[in-house]
């Protein structure tokens, strides 16, 4: 059983820079695939970014070099440092985590926090 809570999300203004973190309970947590997606309102939930437990990194189009992700398997927390937001990543932002997951398909992952609100304004 994996719980995750995500925060950091908040109102920013286009251009700004935003860090969220997911904390993750149990004692696995480095074996599992760890992703970010997102949610805007009236729209499907968004596949964002993912890391693997050996740093292996992937990114939706829309927001290679502006978001990373990464993780501390010590402190059981993966991070998304957000820069240069637009107000299209308007959305609430989801962390997810399975041992093996499609990344680009929510379904296929096991385990979802509550989600942290991000409002990026023009």
């Known amino acids: 059983q994996v719980q995750l809570v995500e925060s950091g999300g908040r109102l920013v203004q286009a251009g700004g820079s935003l860090r969220l973190s997911c904390a993750a309970s149990?004692?696995?947590?480095?074996?599992?695939?760890m992703g970010w997606f997102r949610q805007a309102p009236g729209k499907e939930r968004e596949f964002v970014s993912a890391?693997?437990?050996?740093?292996?990194?992937t990114y939706v189009d829309s927001v290679k070099g502006r978001f990373t992700i990464s993780r501390d398997n010590a402190k059981n927390t993966v991070y998304l440092q957000m820069s240069s937001l637009k107000p299209e990543d308007t959305a609430d932002y989801y962390c997810?985590?399975?041992?093996?997951?499609?990344?680009?398909?929510?379904?296929?992952?096991?385990?979802w926090g509550q989600g942290t609100q991000v409002t990026v304004s023009s």
């Open positions: 149990g004692r696995t947590f480095s074996s599992y695939v």
């Open positions: 890391i693997w437990s050996g740093g292996t990194t």
């Open positions: 997810a985590a399975d041992q093996r997951p499609l990344p680009l398909v929510p379904s296929t992952w096991h385990y």
